[in-house]
């Protein structure tokens, strides 16, 4: 018998599998567990002296990532994570707002290009790929 897992539950494994990774690369990290609106990690590099907010999406499988242009905003970083099974490393791939907004046709595909925009738009795998482990984003 499996059991169903909710988003909340894999929300909060990709925002604490991120701030593993962030911790371990001598960054600082600090959840904010839902305490700030549309923040889920603040993200502070010392040998750079620069703080960063972090937007973390988070899937159990490949599929796409489901947001809304609007929501993006182009100062934060965004990490989307693929968590696979737990018999498979997990995907990070990390990418600034300023980058999605200066693609929207390329990051969302066909959402927005429609005479009338899908009403649940998202942000495609596969321009994702080239971010895969673009941890460097923390050190600019």
């Given at each position: 018998?499996?059991?169903?897992?909710?988003?909340?539950?894999?929300?909060?494994?990709?925002?604490?599998?991120?701030?593993?990774?962030?911790?371990?690369?001598?960054y600082q990290a600090s959840i904010t567990l839902?305490?700030?609106?549309?923040?889920?990690?603040?993200?502070?590099?010392?040998?750079?002296?620069?703080?960063?907010?972090?937007?973390?999406?988070?899937?159990?499988?490949?599929?796409?990532?489901?947001?809304?242009?609007?929501?993006?905003?182009?100062?934060?970083?965004?990490?989307?994570?693929?968590?696979?099974?737990?018999?498979?490393?997990?995907?990070?791939?990390?990418?600034?707002?300023?980058?999605?907004?200066?693609?929207?046709?390329?990051?969302?595909?066909?959402?927005?290009?429609?005479?009338?925009?899908?009403?649940?738009?998202?942000?495609?795998?596969?321009?994702?790929?080239?971010?895969?482990?673009?941890?460097s984003v923390f050190d600019e």
């Amino acid at each position: 018998m499996t059991r169903k897992i909710d988003a909340q539950t894999t929300g909060m494994a990709g925002e604490f599998l991120t701030a593993g990774k962030l911790f371990k690369r001598g960054y600082q990290a600090s959840i904010t567990l839902g305490n700030a609106k549309h923040i889920d990690i603040l993200v502070y590099n010392p040998e750079i002296d620069k703080s960063f907010v972090v937007q973390v999406k988070t899937l159990r499988k490949k599929n796409c990532f489901l947001i809304k242009k609007e929501s993006i905003n182009k100062e934060h970083i965004y990490v989307f994570i693929v968590l696979y099974s737990n018999d498979t490393q997990e995907e990070y791939f990390i990418v600034k707002g300023e980058d999605i907004l200066s693609n929207i046709d390329e990051f969302f595909g066909s959402s927005y290009k429609r005479e009338i925009p899908s009403t649940m738009p998202a942000i495609n795998y596969n321009p994702l790929k080239k971010y895969l482990n673009n941890w460097s984003v923390f050190d600019e």
